[in-house]
T-cell receptor
Framework: SQELEQSPQSLIVQEGKNLTINCTSS?????LYWYKQKYGEGLIFLMM?????EEKSHEKITAKLDEKKQQSSLHITASQPSHAGIYLC?????????????FGTGTSLTVIP | ETGVTQSPTHLIKTRGQQVTLRCSSQ?????VSWYQQALGQGPQFIFQ???????GRGNFPPRFSGLQFPNYSSELNVNALELDDSALYLC????????????????FGPGTRLTVL
């Protein structure tokens, strides 16, 4: 069963609009990773957050991890068609299994030109 | 481009058959993980190998097995295929065993699409 809940499941936005994707866990997260997946393809690493309250940005994408390390958000500013795809959050199962991940169900993003 | 390759790209099998999927990791990456991604779902962890030893396993039956070789290649074998095994199979490699301690990550291949009829 999925232990990471993502919302929304899908998102359709007009080009230029801002959007936010959320990832929530009932347990403390030991490293939270955001990936982007083009339909039917492999995952591309976006960002990793580890510390409570941490925030990272890359180009127009900003990811935050809350203080309790149970919720993360991914914010895209001024969306472009190149941002379209499936966004997945992933987390380590435990500190002793650092790179054995469980993933959220994904958020499908469509950007209309 | 992640430097991780998988073969074949697509595969069609019938129920009951056996299949071997292959992955070639980046040189120097001692850890390889395999994931199953059903349509519309996030990837599910199958198992992980570190330096040719199984290092963790998800909730998958024994008919899912794997091998990792010294040349940074690995295999996922599935016996007695079932219809529900139809999915995208992803492998991911990383240099160390506990990469989240550093800022490293795991690098995913493009996947193999398996269809079981």
């Amino acid at each position: 069963s999925q232990e990471l809940e993502q919302s929304p499941q899908s998102l359709i936005v007009q080009e230029g609009k801002n959007l936010t994707i959320n990832c929530t866990s009932s347990k403390t997260l030991y490293g939270l990773y955001w990936y982007k997946q083009k339909y039917g393809e492999g995952l591309i690493f976006l960002m990793m957050l580890q510390k409570g309250g941490e925030e990272k940005s890359h180009e127009k994408i900003t990811a935050k991890l809350d203080e309790k390390k149970q919720q993360s958000s991914l914010h895209i500013t001024a969306s472009q068609p190149s941002h379209a795809g499936i966004y997945l959050c992933g987390a380590a199962k435990s500190p002793n299994t650092g790179n054995q991940f469980y993933f959220g169900t994904g958020t499908s993003l469509t950007v209309i030109p | 481009e992640t430097g991780v390759t998988q073969s074949p790209t697509h595969l069609i099998k019938t129920r009951g058959q056996q299949v071997t999927l292959r992955c070639s990791s980046q040189s120097g990456h001692n850890t390889v993980s395999w994931y199953q991604q059903a349509l519309g779902q996030g990837p599910q962890f199958i198992f992980q190998y570190y330096r040719e030893e199984e290092n963790g396993r998800g909730n998958f039956p024994p008919r899912f097995s794997g091998l990792q070789f010294p040349n940074y290649s690995s295999e996922l074998n599935v016996n007695a295929l079932e219809l529900d095994d139809s999915a995208l199979y992803l492998c991911a490699s990383s240099p160390g065993q506990y990469f989240f301690i550093s800022t490293d990550t795991q690098y995913f291949g493009p996947g193999t699409r398996l269809t079981v009829l």
